[in-house]
């Protein structure tokens, strides 16, 4: 009977990861400036439409995971770096809940941080993007691909996209200020 279950569990995780993507953005693709994450609070959300500017999105499949704790700080580190080729703002999403982003942050930045961590607890951001996958057997459902986005307003004019979420190959802070 367990066994079953499990199996049971792992297709509806399979599907409802299929259903909540859409076809994965490109560049000149528009981000879902709609879709409300969270940032402060579990019932205060907020969405892209009023950012304007650059921004850097960096979508990571897990706070405190390896390879994302090794990620994140270097775009903390080089934020000044990132603002001196005009970047206005640097957003790092997973699909995690407000609490579990807020701890991460305080636990990578104890002095503080511009840049900022987004809660898309129901994977609805990350889904729009179409840069949802199926990572049930190590983090126990759907969750970001390890993705960089460059946007001007809603506009991507940059993307990087891990072929191996757990690898930082192409989506590293040091990669991606090239581009600019």
């Known amino acids: 009977m367990a066994t079953a279950l499990v199996a049971l569990a792992s297709s509806a995780h399979s599907m409802a990861t299929s259903l909540l993507s859409a076809a994965e953005v490109k560049v000149g693709s528009t981000i879902p400036i709609k879709v409300p994450v969270k940032e402060s609070a579990p019932n205060e959300s907020f969405t892209f439409e009023n950012i304007s500017g650059k921004s850097v999105i960096v979508g990571v499949p897990g706070a405190f995971t390896g390879t994302c704790s090794k990620q994140v700080p270097g775009y903390i580190d080089a934020f000044e770096q990132f603002k001196a ?71 991507i004019s940059h993307l990087a996209v ?19």
Not at 162 to 180: G, I, N, R
Request: hydrophobic letters at 50%; glycine letters at 8%.
């Open 162 to 180: 891990e072929a191996v979420p757990s690898e930082l190959t192409t989506t590293a802070a040091d990669k991606v200020l090239p581009w600019l």
């Open 85 to 155: 080729k005009g970047i206005d703002n640097i957003f790092v999403v997973a699909v995690n809940d407000v609490f579990v982003m807020k701890a991460w942050k305080a636990s990578l930045a104890p002095q503080g941080t511009p840049v900022r961590f987004i809660a898309d607890d129901q994977g609805a951001f990350v889904g729009a993007l179409g840069m949802l996958f199926d990572a049930s057997p190590l983090l126990g459902g759907p969750r970001s691909k390890r993705f960089v986005l460059v946007v001007d307003g809603d506009t």
